[in-house]
């Protein structure tokens, strides 16, 4: 299968940790380009990072997915050797140090692209290679915070809101990939050499947040909170039922609009001037929301769905994970797929991001123990079962 699969051929290396650029390798290798993780012998921190089971890390088996494991420290002269004997051989290397690092390893661009031209490089920081910023620490939750996200996101009376998890991370390991198809498809049709790419987690978030920038620039508007409203379309919210579950509606479209309300029985405001503006209906959000949080809160959530359906107004229920795992439409799309696993048995998690009709991708294996695949990726260099076995001892590997 690997054969058919459209990266066949190229060979990441992932020294990154954490999440942006590991994502960002992840997305690569399932679609068939052979990632190599390189952790520290210590492992990689998302080994310790949210849930185990039997003290195995479940965060790693779905990132690191597809990736053959090997362990190296990058900060002694035996290990940045192997590393450049690797880099040799490989199309991509993705790291997240902070800016610097690499160079006092002797691990620069400048000795990196020396020993393969065509080397694509990515580099993945919190605030990118250069400016004020750049050797601060960076996450993605400062990103989250300085992006403007937070600014925007939660109650227009309460604090400003982070995500539960890595949004600005997801964006950026997203991105990241993107970056490198870009790199590849330049240096394969342009007959260019390798590159840098420099990503900072805190732009891919800020792309993603809309008009916000052009809208100050322009007119001096600032962004407010506004809860589950949206500043552009009314209603849009979420609302609870007879029995107390949640759904969400979207009225984007201007006809979706005008079907919720007559839906919900208050056909009387499609005539008023205002309500032919998703911006205008944003600016009686409150009397829109009453009517249709009227409307469903007297119904169960079976009959407001169905009623919603019918209509062929946009609805979808409010799903906890467990919910996710049985719907029938995630189901249909095998967004979740069941793969074994070595120390859990079975497990199962997202499936690839999209679906490639002549060249699809695919979950080889699950994320592997440290060092697992040691002896088979030094073993391509000529390193010896002997050289191994001292390298294990001095701490390289």
Do not use: C
């Not at 620069?108 to 580099?123: E, Q, S």
């Amino acid at each position: 299968m690997t054969a058919t699969m459209p990266l066949n051929g190229i060979r990441v290396l992932d020294a990154a940790t954490l999440f942006a650029g590991p994502l960002a390798a992840t997305l690569l290798g399932d679609y068939g380009a052979d990632v190599i993780k390189i952790e520290h012998p210590k492992g990689d921190p998302v080994r310790g990072h949210g849930h185990t089971k039997n003290g195995v890390p479940l965060w790693w088996k779905m990132i690191s997915r597809n990736k053959r494991a090997i362990s190296l420290s990058l900060s002694v002269p035996e290990g940045q050797q192997l590393l450049l004997a690797l880099v040799d051989h490989a199309d991509v290397l993705i790291e997240n140090f902070r800016p610097g690092t690499l160079e006092r390893w002797n691990l620069g661009w400048d000795v990196l692209h020396a020993r393969n031209p065509n080397l694509i490089l990515l580099r993945m920081t919190g605030f990118g290679q250069f400016g004020p910023y750049a050797s601060r620490p960076g996450f993605g939750t400062l990103a989250e915070a300085m992006s403007g996200f937070a600014h925007i996101t939660g109650d227009p009376e309460g604090p400003p809101t982070l995500p539960p998890f890595g949004l600005a991370d997801g964006i950026a390991g997203i991105t990241g990939a993107f970056a490198v198809m870009t790199a590849l498809f330049n240096r394969e049709h342009s007959q260019a050499q390798g590159q840098i790419i420099d990503m900072a987690i805190i732009e891919p978030i800020l792309t993603v947040l809309g008009s916000q920038p052009i809208v100050y620039d322009q007119l001096g508007i600032i962004q407010k909170r506004s809860g589950n409203r949206s500043i552009n379309n009314a209603p849009r919210n979420t609302y609870k039922t007879k029995e107390g579950k949640w759904i969400a509606i979207s009225t984007s479209a201007q006809s979706i609009a005008e079907r919720v309300m007559r839906l919900v029985e208050h056909p009387e405001v499609i005539d008023e001037p205002w309500f032919k503006s998703g911006a205008e209906r944003a600016k009686h959000a409150d009397l829109l929301d009453k009517m249709v949080g009227d409307w469903i809160a007297a119904r169960s959530f079976d009959q407001v769905v169905r009623a919603f359906t019918e209509a062929e107004a946009a609805v979808a229920p409010i799903y906890d994970v467990s919910d996710v795992m049985r719907d029938p439409q995630f189901q249909a799309l095998n967004s979740i797929v069941t793969l074994p696993d070595e120390e859990l048995g079975q497990v199962k998690m997202q499936n690839v991001l999209f679906r490639l009709s002549e060249t699809p991708g695919m979950i080889r294996w699950t994320g592997r123990k440290l060092g697992q695949d040691n002896a088979t990726v030094y073993g391509e260099l000529g390193v010896t079962s002997e050289q191994l076995k001292e390298l294990k001892t001095k701490g390289v590997i």
